[in-house]
């Protein structure tokens, strides 16, 4: 198993119960395909440089998680469909 992290933005009109709930979500991506969390930190809203899909700020939300590197694509189709998550990366960690 390799080392991840991955930063998304959700929009910014959620409630802070609806943030939990799709932070939960892709914390439970992970845990269903055998992966392991390792941390998850709120940053919190931010103002953005330039619009995104029609948006000033967005909640942002890094996890760190440990899983095989098959499921990566898979992971971020995932994230790719979820219309609450406006942007989002995935980077391997080297020498996790």
């Known amino acids: 198993m390799r080392e991840y992290e991955s930063i998304f933005i959700l929009r910014p009109n959620l409630k ?3 943030i939990d ?14 992966g392991k969390v390792i941390s ?10 330039y619009k995104m899909k029609k ?12 899983s095989k590197s098959s499921f990566i694509k898979s992971f971020d189709s995932n994230l790719k469909l ?7 990366i995935v980077i391997k960690i080297e020498g996790g």
Request: aromatic share 10%; net charge negative; charged share 40%.
């Open 16 to 18: 802070e119960s609806d």
């Open 40 to 49: 998850v930190d709120k940053w919190g809203m931010k103002k953005f440089a």
């Open 82 to 88: 979820n219309e609450n998550i406006l942007r989002h």
């Open 21 to 34: 709930i799709e932070i939960g979500k892709v914390v439970e991506l992970v845990e269903k395909d055998r």
């Open 55 to 66: 948006e000033r700020e967005g909640f942002y939300t890094l996890i760190r998680f440990s």
